[in-house]
């Protein structure tokens, strides 16, 4: 094929091209003539029957929003339920001068400067022809005010509503959590999950907690009415109506009144309190402290409120007990204790001599026993009555980071729990892999040691180390733990129980447990480090203190002088469960900053189990202090 | 670069202005629908804004790409589209009864987005690496290249998509110069393979072409959409109900009023009037669209040039055609008006690859 020939061929099939192109473009233009007669036909020719229809167009639904469902503490104390009460709202499309209606209103109903903002807040979020309310929660006075008045403010209506409410305030804000009203965020949610029908005039759906985490249950099932209306969209009459389902009620595992023990017993101070019942998985007691008022949420934070909770350098929103994550310190111990055991590394006779520091070989460089010069002669029960740290640093040598981590992980460190509330974060248990995936650093023998105490790279929520406990109370057997129990409709009757199976049991040797239960009640005994905290209970329990440092103080919080003192003391730990023989209760207890697990932590466990178990309530003077010269029970180590 | 002139010339280099202003003249009349269908939710306008400001970074970007280099991605784009489409059949995220979603891990992604315009890449690249040797044995090649993706789209099932790729591949085909009478026969083997395909189907496939033969059939189900579309474009008249003004539209008798059927917000508040001006500005931007595929310089530039312009004409006609009740409801948005942004980013993609042609010298002159 010469070049010309090509060329040629070139110049047609861009010829043949072009023709091609101009038969689409015809056919385009074709086919928009097409729907502009489509368009011509029924807009113009049968305007009029469309527009009759449009018209005729008065068949309108109204959804009916069910009742949410209540929920209930284990003993039926209410925790969350609804109340009916009337609000004044404004439609904001039918007003043409908002700020001019509002302060007209104020003249006859009290409208502080919280409301104005809140209705702000709402207005900016949500559709022009929607129903917002400017007053929540009216009196009976306000009500028969407004109403004599009610000629004056065109597109202000009173409502009856049904309000949520936390009648127990702050105590266990973090379990119930809160409901909230529904944004363009969980829109999409609902959307996704195929649940936006069911919303249909729904205002409020859970945020947090409890009531996020069962949504579903709590919420019902929408009821709609079929109404036919007149042209300005009144109706003239109901067709037909299908009752809405109400919500679920939640029966909770939770015990009230020991939460309120427990959350009493920490004061002032910052913490987590979980309390497992070791043959149910039922949590008993979950406490986040600081709380907050979950009633503030409910219609609507206001900004002030919302910045005091947000900023505060004590992150009361935080659920410690679920989310944060803490070096389990010398908690960690019995674990190391039975897995030594059960991985024959260690024989309970067998006992080492503790200089007061540990080398690793070929090395010089101590770890330092908490007690200078260390504890003599300890075995395995020693160690543990006396939080021996030498002992578990050449322990953890043995063992090898990835036994520990695989071993510790059945009591469910490293792991989450499943319990049923979302947001569960999974602490750590570092392996070598682990290390090489996110540090790209290999795992050295050094990085073992500390963990061998719980102050290396591991790291635990309080929800974890009681289940952990649990476990061990529970002779090897784990339950899932579960805040509800039983699920109940409306009329009381149960829908479903949370199964309370075990999760699995783990294959451990009677004599190795019980070597290590032995050593944790004589932890509450003289001479044990939580001996003080334990002296005079009618009962015997087993426990193991911790104390866990502080790694350091983030860069860019503002905080007072004072206060970063405060804050760089180490956190406290216990863990414990009695009756010794046959537990009824496990938990673990945390105290941000309190020092010494034994002086701090150990108090609050004891308050906790002497109401549970015996019924006694604290005296006033006990729940607010505990004694911060306790038992030394660690040091720093480097 | 410190003049503001200077870095302006140089930052529109490669826009083509007349196709901009036409975009930019659709996308405004999209978010003035837009308010009005979601009853002044600003949130969504402005989320709709920042899709807009997205795709059209995107589009900007793919201007600047001279088109040697996108048809050298070609065909690794459509090897990809094609492992993804794969992996979706095999692990997909099953979401309303269809496996379009394949999780990463960091991010979800539909694979079949993606397809919209590698199909039609690869097809253009193929036949102009065999430009000078066109056999019948190359259009086979091509249609496999097609229906290979377009059968994995179908089982997914997105019988919408499907459609759309067949139909931009069918474009490439065509304006290559593929021989009436092999259309004929594809014509007649398609009618013929009608009731085969209907036995494929899927239900709610079939549900929708029984209601578009009668809506009011099933007034409750299927059909409520386009009996509630028509009612709104007709009784919109010829001038409208005015913006905002929509009862259809507000009193919620209108479904999926901020994506698939926008259109019938827009014609009940603009009437006869603003329907024909939105079809005028859609004839000027595709009218651009023909231009610079008329003048590109290469096959693969015609080729894709005019399939990214005829594609875009499908979606409108299919969008419109489903919402005026004389095709059946496809999930087609209406191109850069709906709500959504993966349309958009699509749709802009396209119309940045017309702007490289016609802005990049055109070396190759024919």
């Known amino acids: 094929m010469n070049r010309r020939v090509e060329l040629r061929n070139h110049l047609r099939e861009l010829h043949y091209f072009r023709i091609r192109l101009a038969i689409s473009a015809g056919f385009m233009l074709l086919l928009f003539l097409l729907l502009f007669t489509r368009f011509f036909y029924l807009q113009v020719s049968q305007r009029e029957h469309y527009h009759t229809l449009a018209e005729a167009n008065r068949i309108s639904i109204a959804p009916i929003v069910p009742n949410r469902g209540l929920i209930f503490d284990r003993n039926g104390e209410v925790l969350a339920h609804n109340y009916s009460a009337y609000t004044l709202e404004i439609i904001p499309s039918k007003v043409p001068d908002l700020e001019a209606l509002i302060n007209e209103l104020s003249t006859i109903v009290e409208i502080a400067p919280r409301d104005r903002k809140r209705f702000k807040k709402l207005r900016d979020e949500s559709k022009r022809f929607e129903s917002l309310p400017i007053r929540t929660r009216l009196t009976d006075v306000e009500v028969a005010r407004f109403a004599a008045n009610r000629y004056r403010f065109p597109g202000v209506e009173i409502k009856a509503r049904l309000f949520r409410q936390y009648p127990r305030g702050e105590s266990a804000s973090h379990v119930v959590g809160y409901i909230g009203r529904i944004n363009d965020k969980d829109l999409e949610q609902l959307e996704a999950r195929h649940d936006l029908a069911n919303y249909r005039g729904s205002l409020y759906m859970g945020k947090i907690g409890l009531e996020q985490s069962y949504e579903k249950e709590l919420h019902g099932i929408t009821g709609f009415e079929e109404m036919e209306t007149d042209a300005a969209g009144r109706v003239i009459r109901i067709i037909s109506r299908t009752p809405p389902i109400p919500g679920n009620n939640l029966m909770l595992s939770l015990d009230a009144k020991l939460q309120e023990v427990a959350e009493k017993a920490f004061g002032d101070r910052r913490g987590a309190l979980v309390a497992i019942e070791p043959d149910t998985g039922d949590i008993l007691a979950f406490v986040s402290k600081p709380g907050f008022d979950p009633n503030l949420f409910v219609d609507g934070i206001d900004s002030e409120n919302w910045d005091l909770l947000n900023n505060s350098i004590d992150r009361p929103l935080n659920n410690r007990a679920l989310r944060g994550m803490y070096p389990p310190g010398s908690t960690f111990k019995p674990f190391m204790a039975l897995a030594g055991l059960e991985l024959n590394k260690r024989n309970a006779q067998q006992g080492i001599s503790d200089p007061g520091y540990f080398s690793l070989p070929g090395s010089t460089h101590r770890f330092r026993d908490w007690k200078a010069g260390g504890h003599g002669y300890v075995d395995l029960h020693q160690s543990l009555v006396v939080s021996c740290d030498t002992y578990y640093y050449a322990l953890a040598n043995d063992l090898g980071i990835d036994n520990i981590a695989s071993f510790t992980g059945k009591f469910g460190l490293g792991k989450k729990t499943g319990i049923d509330i979302e947001g569960e974060v999974m602490g750590l248990m570092p392996t070598q892999e682990w290390k090489m995936k996110r540090h790209k650093q290999k795992w050295y023998a050094g990085d073992t040691i500390s963990v061998g105490i719980g102050q290396g790279y591991n790291l635990a929520t309080p929800l974890q180390l009681a289940f952990a406990t649990a476990i061990l109370a529970g002779k090897g057997t784990a339950f899932r733990p579960h805040l509800v129990k039983q699920i109940k409709n409306n009329s009381n009757e149960i829908l479903r129980e949370i199964a309370t199976e075990p999760l699995y049991t783990l294959d451990l040797n009677p004599a190795h447990l019980e070597a290590v239960k032995n050593a944790l009640i004589d932890v509450t005994r003289p001479g044990g480090t939580a001996a003080v905290a334990a002296a005079g209970a009618a009962y015997a329990f087993a426990g193991k203190t911790g104390t866990s440092q502080v790694v350091g103080v983030k860069q860019g919080e503002k905080y007072m002088e004072s206060k970063v003192q405060e804050r760089h003391r180490d956190h406290a730990l216990f863990i414990a469960y009695a009756p010794a023989k046959n537990p009824k209760i496990a938990l673990s207890v945390l105290v941000e900053n309190g020092g010494h697990g034994g002086a701090t932590a150990a108090p609050i466990a004891r308050l906790v189990m002497d109401y549970f178990l015996l019924g006694i309530l604290p005296k006033e003077s006990e729940a607010k202090t505990a004694d911060p010269a306790g038992d030394d029970e660690e040091a720093v180590h480097d | ?366």
């Open chain 2, 1 to 366: 670069m410190t003049d503001p002139l200077r870095l302006w010339h140089y930052l529109t280099r490669y826009i083509d202005g007349f196709l901009l202003v036409g975009l930019l003249m659709l996308m405004t009349t999209g978010l003035i629908t837009l308010y009005s269908a979601t009853d002044a939710n600003l949130s969504r306008v402005t989320n709709q804004g920042i899709n807009m400001l997205v795709a059209l970074g995107i589009m900007w970007l793919v201007a600047n790409i001279p088109l040697q280099h996108i048809m050298r991605i070609a065909f690794p784009i459509y090897l990809t589209g094609l492992l993804l489409l794969l992996c979706v059949m095999l692990f997909g995220e099953i979401n309303n009864g269809a496996r379009r979603w394949l999780n990463l891990g960091v991010t979800r992604i539909q694979p079949s987005e993606l397809m919209k315009i590698a199909v039609p890449l690869m097809m253009a690249w193929y036949f102009d690496m065999h430009e000078a040797t066109l056999r019948l044995r190359d259009y086979g090649v091509a249609t496999l290249l097609l229906l290979l993706p377009v059968v994995l789209i179908l089982r997914q099932p997105d019988l919408g998509t499907a459609l759309l790729i067949a139909a931009s591949g069918f474009y490439v085909l065509f304006l290559t110069g593929l021989s009436w009478r092999i259309m004929v026969g594809l014509a007649i083997v398609g009618a013929g393979s009608v009731p085969f395909l209907w036995s494929m189907m899927h239900d709610y496939q079939r549900r929708r072409v029984m209601t578009l033969l009668d809506p009011t059939q099933d007034a409750l189900g299927a059909g409520y959409h386009t009996i509630q579309s028509t009612i709104a474009i007709g009784s919109g008249g010829v001038l409208g109900k005015g913006w905002q003004h929509g009862t259809q539209t507000h009193l919620d008798f209108l479904p999926e009023k901020s994506t698939d059927f926008i259109f019938a917000v827009f014609s009940e508040e603009f009437g006869l009037v603003g329907n024909s001006l939105l079809l005028l500005l859609y004839v000027v931007v595709i009218g651009r669209g023909m231009f610079i595929t008329a003048n590109a310089p290469t096959q693969f530039t015609r080729l894709i040039a005019g399939s990214i312009t005829l594609t875009f004409f499908t979606y409108i006609f299919v969008n419109m055609g489903m919402v005026i009740g004389i095709l059946p409801v496809v999930g087609v948005p209406l191109p850069l008006i709906s709500y959504g942004g993966t349309s958009m980013v699509t749709m802009l993609l396209g119309f940045g690859i017309l702007m490289s042609i016609q802005t990049h010298p055109k070396l190759v002159k024919t």
